[in-house]
């Protein structure tokens, strides 16, 4: 609901969206994803791993997603 919100709000104040990034305090989702890659923003920050469709959804759409990992931060690029 809040990326919704968010993508509102880009598109109504005419933001160039691919000069930014959303930091997701949720896990990456498919639904994520695709919300992402229709506003046309390339690079997604979560706290939780994102679920292996999500990730074949990002790739496809050439988004690059981090998220936290008991190491430290993976990076999964485009």
């Known amino acids: 609901n809040a990326l919704d919100k968010l993508g509102g709000a ?3 104040g005419n933001a160039k969206v691919s000069d930014g990034f959303i930091v997701l ?3 990456f ?3 994520m994803a695709q919300k ?3 506003l046309g923003i390339g690079f997604v920050a979560s706290l939780s791993a994102p679920s292996a469709l999500a990730l074949t959804l990002a790739h ?3 988004l690059t997603i981090a998220c936290r990992a008991p190491g430290g931060i993976m990076i999964f690029e485009k």
Do not use: D, H, I, T
Request: no cysteine; hydrophobic share 45%.
């Open 10 to 12: 880009m598109v109504r």
């Open 29 to 31: 989702s498919v639904e």
């Open 36 to 38: 992402a890659a229709a």
């Open 60 to 62: 496809k759409a050439g």
């Open 25 to 27: 305090s949720s896990r």
